[in-house]
Structure formats: C-alpha cells, structure tokens
C-alpha cells in the first residue's frame, strides 16, 4: 500500500493533470444531477499547451458529432402461436374479457382500449377479445372498418406495448375478420 491512502502507480505530471481535468470537465455524468458550478476562471486555449488545446478541440467536435440518444424502444410484438389460438377458439382457453368498440369514434375507441387493456392487465388478465367490427362497404368499392384497420395499427404503438405482448385476427366464432385477440404482458411489479 502506497502513502497516498492506498493507491498504487504514480503520480500525474502538471500537464496529465490538466488534461484529465479537461477530460472530467467534458464528459456527462451518468445521473440526472444538477452540475456543480465551476468556480475556476476561465482559461483561453491559447494559455493552454498545443497539445492541449488540440485535445480540447477533438473532445468538443466528438461531443457535438454524437447522434442523439434515443429512448429505449419498446419490445417487438410477437403473434399469438397457432397452438394458443386453437386453443382459445376451441373454448379449451378462456378469454378473460373482452370489448366492444362498435359505435366509437375513433378517439373514443382509442381511449376506450387503453383504458381497457390497463384494467385488463391490473386484473391478471392474458388474453382478452377486442371486437371491432367487420365494417360495411362503402359507393365505389371503399371499406368503411375505420376501427377494423386502425385497432392493429394501436396496438403496435409504444403507448400499448406495455400491455401487449401480441395479437391476431380471432376465430369465426369470436367474430372472425371483426375481432381480435390480444395477448397481455404480466404487469410489473
């Protein structure tokens, strides 16, 4: 064990301590704290030398070319296995509850599911129905399902994926094309 209190190795040089002092000042910590404020007057590059100064330069230009950090994404949806749909088509797996979305507006729909699937969760629910609806074939050939094709389209959203671990198009006597079932993840503890 050294004099210094227990560490080994040598000492820094005048100059390697400036620079690791130049190195702290640039880098972010890792938690979310306030940072101190430096109460050292500021010193120009040119006081600083070229080496120095040149290292400064390359930490700044590195720092301003880092891409942004972009929040954790959350896991891919997996679709409900053949083996489990089977199952819940079947009545051998329970649905352990379902929705009904005809007569929503899209807003109302949307909050309605949300709200839904964070209950269904709470609850211990894994799979539950969310009915839709077919929707009806509008003048010219155009399908009106504005919640049919927008309800998968949700559930794919980050908003839901805390809830959702998957979904698929329910069997003919859960409502077939007009219906889905969703998978929910265990919630948190």
């Known amino acids: 064990m050294s004099a210094d209190g227990g560490r080994k190795g040598r000492r820094l040089s005048k100059d390697e301590h400036t620079l690791w002092q130049g190195v702290t000042r640039s880098i972010k910590p890792l938690l979310k704290r306030a940072p101190k404020p430096d109460t050292r007057p500021e010193r120009g590059l040119e006081d600083e030398k ?26 891919p949806l997996a679709p409900i296995d053949r083996r489990t749909k089977q199952s819940i088509a079947r009545g051998k797996r329970d ?10 507006t899209q807003a109302e729909a949307h909050a309605a599911l949300l709200r839904f699937l964070r209950a269904s969760q709470a609850n211990g629910s894994r799979v539950v129905l969310v009915i839709t609806g077919k929707g009806v074939r509008g ?23 805390d809830y959702v671990v998957g979904f ?3 069997a003919i006597g859960h409502g077939g094309e007009g219906a889905l079932y969703v998978r929910l993840r265990k919630q948190r503890a």
Do not use: Y
Request: charged share 30%.
């Open 139 to 161: 003048e010219a050939g155009r399908e009106r399902g504005v919640l049919r094709r927008q309800v998968p389209l949700w559930l794919a959203l980050a908003e839901f994926r």
């Open 95 to 104: 649905i352990d509850g379902r929705i009904d979305l005809h007569g929503h």
């Open 168 to 170: 698929d198009e329910a």
């Open 50 to 75: 070229p080496a120095i100064a040149k290292l400064r330069k390359a930490v700044a230009a590195h720092k301003a070319a880092r891409p942004p950090v972009r929040p954790k994404s959350p896991p």
